[in-house]
C-alpha cells in the first residue's frame, strides 16, 4: 500500500449513479426454444413465487423424479430452513 493511502473503513460505501434501463431482448428464435420465453413470462413467475412460494416451488420439485415425496415444502424457523422436509431425491438421478 502506498505511503499516504489509508484503508477503507469496514463502514465506508461505494454509491453507484448509474441507472441502466436499457432491454436487450433475444431473437425470437432464441426465445422461442427457450424455457421462459419472454420477460412477461418470467414477471409472471417471479410474482408467483414472491406470493406463494411453498405452492411456487412444489410445482417446480414435482418435475424432478422423487423416490419418496416430502412430507412438508418448507420448514422454518429462522434463520433457518429446510425445505421438502421428508423427501427423498437422487441429483444424480434426476442429472442423468
Known amino acids: 500500500m502506498a505511503k499516504d493511502a489509508t484503508p477503507l473503513s469496514p463502514q465506508a460505501n461505494i454509491d453507484s ?10 431473437p425470437p428464435e432464441f426465445a422461442a ?10 414477471e409472471r413467475l ?6 406463494h412460494p411453498e405452492k411456487f416451488w412444489a410445482s417446480i420439485a414435482h418435475e ?4 419418496k415425496t416430502w412430507d412438508k415444502v418448507l ?5 433457518w430452513a429446510k425445505w421438502f422436509v ?6 444424480s438421478y434426476n442429472c442423468l
Not at 17 to 26: M, V
Not at 75 to 79: D, I, K, L, S
Open 75 to 79: 420448514e422454518w424457523n429462522p434463520p
Open 86 to 91: 421428508g423427501g427423498q431425491i437422487n441429483r
Open 64 to 67: 424432478l423424479h422423487w423416490f
Open 17 to 26: 449513479i448509474l441507472q441502466e434501463t436499457r432491454s436487450f431482448p433475444p
Open 33 to 42: 426454444h427457450a424455457h421462459i420465453k419472454s420477460l412477461q413470462e418470467y
Open 46 to 51: 417471479y410474482a408467483e413465487a414472491e406470493s
